[in-house]
């Protein structure tokens, strides 16, 4: 299959690739397929919608900010990240994690009921 994204122009990938989101992702309810892109050299990864190939969240692993962070079995949790040119000014959404399983595909997101996750944890400090 090939899309035409944004952030990496035309990209061809195999379908046994594609990531389900069973009831999509908040907001974007009705995008339910995604593939799941990781660059060698950036510290994000990408979910990039297939019905709407011009969405994408960058991602990042939430085990590199938090190794305590709660886990669901089989699935790694990744946090949206709100990219700024001023690194300072990045975010990542701890509060709504999204769970990714790589091995049959699938993945959703939930939103965790515990104050000390953050809705804008700021990624960079100095």
Do not use: C
């Amino acid at each position: 299959m090939k899309i035409t994204t944004v952030q990496f122009g035309e990209i061809e990938f195999d379908e046994n690739l594609i990531v389900r989101f069973q009831n999509g992702l908040f907001g974007f309810e009705n995008h339910k397929d995604y593939v799941f892109i990781k660059t060698e050299d950036e510290l994000f990864y990408w979910l990039n919608s297939i019905e709407q190939p011009e969405i994408s969240f960058p991602l990042i692993g939430i085990r590199v900010i938090d190794d305590a962070y709660p886990e669901v079995d089989n699935f790694e949790a990744f946090g949206i990240v709100t990219l700024n040119k001023d690194p300072l000014a990045m975010t990542v959404n701890l509060k709504a994690p999204v769970y990714i399983n790589q091995e049959n595909k699938s993945g959703f997101q939930k939103i965790l009921d515990f104050e000390k996750y953050s809705l804008t944890y700021k990624l960079f400090v100095e």
